[in-house]
């Protein structure tokens, strides 16, 4: 958390204004304060302070759970982690706890990196590939088609709720999407990725596609930490659902741990016949 469709939701907010705020696109940078130095991946706060001031900010968009600004003639990119956010407020209002890092803009406002966990980080590097070069195809990518999915899945001979989240085989999954996308897909989270039929595959797409457009269209998931005004928290259909009968069948919500992630699923949508 956040995830793809969270990440969406936090860049369209910055590029179109909303919640009061302005859009922050063509402004020009015009100071930047550093809070924890660990939140900069890179360069060093001296650096970053030299080079980011004074450029504007061009485009805002998404490359996985990245978020990425195009500056001139920079890139600036943040990925939130667990409890990150990127909040646009008055350039003189208190400093609050959890703000790591600030950027002055024009009109009298700031962009501020909160983070209470400080797991967050921050890139300013001329070429986003530095940063974005292992990463997975996107799930929207229309190159990636249900043929090309297929093969990438039997090729990779995993589980196939630790591959999805894997992000150098599909960038942007989450704990929330991966299960919920599996639910819909009627695949139980500990089937193996190259026992999967071409149809399994194609469905599975789908299934990924749909849960994370329903995603950004309800404006992600407000849960722990990250609160955009999003409501898809209400429409889980197993994610932190344990104990709780299936919408589907009737069957209480199972959690299992898987790779080290709290996995929920239904065990009568999603039959263990086809693990190997």
């Known amino acids: 958390m956040p995830e793809l469709p969270e990440v969406e939701t936090i ?19 015009e100071n930047a304060q550093v809070f924890w130095n660990r939140t900069l991946a890179t360069p060093s706060a001296e650096e970053f302070y030299k080079r980011v001031t004074s450029q504007k900010i061009i485009a805002i968009s998404r490359r996985g759970k990245f978020l990425i600004m195009t500056l001139t003639p920079d890139f600036l990119l943040f990925h939130l982690r667990m409890s990150g956010d990127l909040v646009v407020e008055p350039a003189q209002a208190p400093i609050p706890p959890h703000h790591r890092l600030l950027l002055g803009l024009e009109s009298g406002i700031r962009l501020a990196f909160n983070d209470m966990r400080k797991f967050g980080r921050v890139w300013l590097v001329p070429e986003p590939d530095q940063v974005l070069k292992n990463l997975g195809p996107e799930p929207f990518d229309p190159g990636l088609t249900s ?7 039997i090729h990779s001979r995993r589980q196939i709720k630790p591959l999805l989240l894997d992000q150098s085989f599909l ?18 989270p500990l089937s193996s990725s190259h026992v999967l039929s071409p149809q399994q595959a194609e469905v599975l797409l789908a299934s990924l596609r749909s849960v994370l457009q ?8 407000s849960i722990d930490w990250v609160y955009r005004g999003g409501d898809f928290q209400n429409h889980f259909k197993v994610y932190q659902r344990t104990g709780q009968p299936c919408q589907a069948c009737g069957t209480p ?3 299992i741990v898987v790779g080290q992630r709290g996995t929920h699923y239904c065990p009568n949508c999603q039959p263990e016949s086809w693990k190997e």
């Open 11 to 29: 860049a369209n907010g910055l590029r179109q204004g909303g919640l009061g705020n302005p859009s922050i696109l063509n402004l020009h940078i």
């Open 147 to 153: 043929s090309i999915f297929h093969e990438r899945l």
């Open 171 to 188: 960038a942007g999954m989450g704990n929330i999407y991966t299960d919920e996308a599996l639910f819909r897909a009627r695949l139980h």
């Open 214 to 221: 329903e995603g950004i269209q309800r404006h992600g998931a």
């Open 253 to 255: 919500i199972q959690r």
